[in-house]
Antibody, heavy 120, light 113 residues
Framework: QVQLQESSPGLVEPSQTLSLTCSVS??????????WTWIRQPAGKGLEWIGR???????NYNPSLGSRVTMSLDTSKNHFSLRLNSVTAADTAVYFC????????????WGQGAFVTVSS | DIVMTQSPDSLAVSLGERATINCRSS????????????LAWYQQKSGQPPRLLLY???TRESGVPDRFSGSGSGTNFTLTISSLQAEDMALYYC?????????FGQGTRLEIK
């Protein structure tokens, strides 16, 4: 059973870079069995898929975020990361890391979520 | 992007009664190679991450009670809770994983009448 846990700075200033890490336990991040995904949810709103990373280095990002997003894996620490540049208040949200075994697009594993506020 | 539209936005149902949530996609989620619809349903309770209920339209995730069922094909899908329990009060999202960017419906809030 894979478990995911996000770590977050909590508060990020506008125009700065948001950095989040998702620690994985229960399996190796480099096993090749999973796509590692980020999803966010603004307060009181719906879910937005940010993108995903696979161990081969393959990535898919949501075009709505343009070139602001970067994902990576750290196999030595068994965690994966999200970086979102040039943040604005619109990036304030709960950020979830997720993955799954049913299909690359089905998420049966979720972190508890990390709330990130963009404010000066 | 594929737009997912749920109806209704909110629903109040009495305990023991049936609850039905609809989801429509802006393009077909049926893949011709495997005849599967790339549609999942999630339940989200306050302060928690979403929980996977159903995938491939109607395949129940392990541990999900059999009162939850899914149906539909192409662009029209339904989540049915056959006999509502108090613990079913939550937000429900449909989700297409046919093509990236994956997208979700706006959510349906299910309340107990």
């Amino acid at each position: 059973q894979v478990q995911l846990q996000e770590s977050s700075p909590g508060l990020v200033e506008p125009s700065q870079t948001l950095s989040l890490t998702c620690s994985v336990s229960g399996d190796s991040i480099s096993s090749g069995k999973y796509f590692w995904t980020w999803i966010r949810q603004p307060a009181g709103k719906g879910l937005e898929w940010i993108g995903r990373f696979y161990i081969t280095g393959s990535t898919n990002y949501n075009p709505s975020l343009g070139s602001r997003v970067t994902m990576s894996l750290d196999t030595s620490k068994n965690h994966f990361s999200l970086r979102l540049n040039s943040v604005t208040a619109a990036d304030t949200a709960v950020y979830f890391c997720a993955s799954g075994t049913r299909d690359p697009g089905v998420f049966d594993y979720w972190g508890q979520g990390a709330f990130v506020t963009v404010s000066s | 992007d594929i737009v997912m539209t749920q109806s209704p936005d909110s629903l109040a149902v009495s305990l023991g009664e049936r609850a039905t949530i609809n989801c429509r996609s802006s393009q077909s989620l049926l893949h011709s190679s495997n005849n599967k619809n790339y549609l999942a349903w999630y339940q989200q309770k306050s302060g928690q991450p979403p929980r996977l209920l159903l995938y491939w339209t109607s395949t129940r995730e392990s541990g999900v009670p059999d009162r939850f069922s899914g149906s539909g094909s192409g662009t029209n899908f339904t989540l049915t809770i056959s006999s509502l329990q108090a613990e079913d009060m939550a937000l429900y999202y449909c989700h297409q994983y046919f093509i990236t960017p994956y997208t979700f419906g706006q959510g349906t809030r299910l309340e107990i009448k």
